[in-house]
């Protein structure tokens, strides 16, 4: 890589074209990728400068071709202690140059994060209300595996993942607020007492990590991510788009990619809870707050037709409420008018 554009500084953004090839070619081992990658660079940029924050005296990298020496290593299996060995004894200038355990520790999970879009290791310096995946031993495969695991400990009991459960109806009828994030360590976790839910809508990026050669990820776990978006944003669903550009920026995780609504439309016999197996529990744990989220606001009142007859029956009583009002204003305004003409007739 002697000469190469990825000796230019993280520090430099937007990424430039020629770097963005290169990195292509040596983190995902192909340049024609079907998928847009730009979504992903501009994470990759903005998490390379948080962790450059404080001059960079957290990491190693100074450069793209510095991440793509540690990603090589990881990509290719090696377990983390080997890679924390290789970095404390990497050579600059051709000197031997030695770094405390923590900075070789924040190098490393720097990498890991940028190849999987999880927050890998725990910082101080980011924000707590993230959750991380814990890699202290043996490859990173390993620890995303021993993260990301088959959990169905929850009964789904009656519930049905029918069409009513979607993004845009979380927060229009539920009043959950969305978070977009980029960690995919926090997709579909609840917070704040269960009035806010994050989702990773980074839908470009795991398609694009589909079209290459192996993965770190457990078999299936980014096919079934797929299918958790496809099923929060129906792409036969002509309203979810329009209501994606008007989500906008939450200020937490930047633009959102709107390749999340086009991740397809899944049929009736796959939206069963028994047919998500990573994510099963917290879709039961989301679809209980949504069922149990009762309207409190005339906009919720309004989307909410999970109970027809309720919604009938409230709307019609507003509208009665409304015509008596009108009534009442028109006969106060009659009797009004009729006093004011008789007191001028006296005169």
Known sequence: MQNSPLERSLLASPIPKPIVSDLKKWLWGAINLKADS???????????????????????????????????????????????????????????????????EHSVDLCATLLTMTDIGECNFKLSM??????????????????????????????????????????????????????????????????????????????????????????????????????????????VSSWLRSAGDDGRSGVVDLTVAKCGTLRSRDRRFERFLYWHDRLVILKQAFDDAKPRTLSQWWWDRRDGVQWYTFWVAVLVFALTLFFGLVQSIEGAMQVYLSYKSMQ
Not at 49 to 73: C, M, P, W
Not at 205 to 234: C, D, H, I, W
Request: contains cysteine.
């Open 38 to 104: 730009q979504p992903y660079f501009d994470f990759y940029s903005s998490k390379c400068l948080e962790y450059l924050a404080d001059g960079g005296r957290n990491v190693f990298q100074r450069t793209h071709a510095d991440v793509v020496k540690i990603s090589d290593r990881i990509l290719r299996g090696d377990a983390r202690e080997d890679i924390l060995a290789y970095v404390t004894s990497l050579e600059e200038n051709g000197c031997q140059k030695s770094y405390s355990r923590c900075y070789a």
């Open 130 to 239: 993230q959750d991380f995946v814990t890699w202290t031993t043996g490859p990173l495969r390993h620890a995303l595996t021993s993260h990301f695991v088959l959990t169905r400990t929850l009964e789904a009991r009656d519930m049905r993942l029918d069409g009513v459960f979607n993004a845009p109806n979380l927060t229009r009828i539920g009043g959950i607020r969305i978070l977009w994030t980029s960690n995919l360590a926090n997709h579909l976790r609840l917070t704040e007492d269960d009035t806010a839910v994050f989702i990773y809508h980074h839908a470009s990026f795991l398609k694009m990590y589909q079209s290459v050669s192996g993965t770190l990820y457990p078999n299936g776990f980014v096919e079934e991510t797929l299918r958790t978006l496809a099923l929060l944003f129906p792409q036969s669903d002509r309203t």
